[in-house]
């Protein structure tokens, strides 16, 4: 189990394995997630400020280089795997871009693999 902080927001917890992005949402953060998971948008994004999230996948790599000013140790929480203990920032919530509507699709889950 990891404990993810959340930048001025609080603590949570979350499974080995488990996408960032669910384990935020579980926490009650409204963290937009626009393309369901996929690795196919960027507001899902959040900043590391402490932790190990693991190696990027190609997809995100992808999608992050296409930002102009990304900002330091920027991660797609919709890639990142929950395998360490986590300090973020949220960058993009709906209760900041309530024109959105709504976050976003539920992210699909994935199989717990953290190699531990």
């Known amino acids: 189990m990891a404990t993810i902080q959340v930048d001025g927001i609080g603590r949570t917890t979350a499974e080995d394995g488990q996408r960032l992005v669910l384990a935020i949402m579980g926490a009650g953060i409204d ?3 626009r393309c369901g998971g996929n690795a196919r948008c960027t507001t899902c994004r959040v900043q590391i400020l402490d932790g190990d999230p693991g190696p990027m996948t190609e997809a995100e790599e ?3 280089a296409s930002i102009g000013d990304r900002e330091e140790n920027m991660r797609l929480s919709c890639q ?5 203990d ?5 960058l993009r919530r709906l209760s900041q871009n309530p024109e959105m509507g709504d976050a976003g699709p539920q992210p699909e889950t994935w199989p717990l693999m953290c190699g531990r």
Not at 80 to 84: A, G, Q, S
Not at 86 to 90: D, E, F, W
Request: net charge positive; aromatic share 0%.
């Open 62 to 64: 992808a999608k992050l």
């Open 86 to 90: 986590l300090t973020v920032r949220v």
């Open 31 to 33: 963290i937009l997630h």
């Open 80 to 84: 990142v795997r929950c395998c360490d």
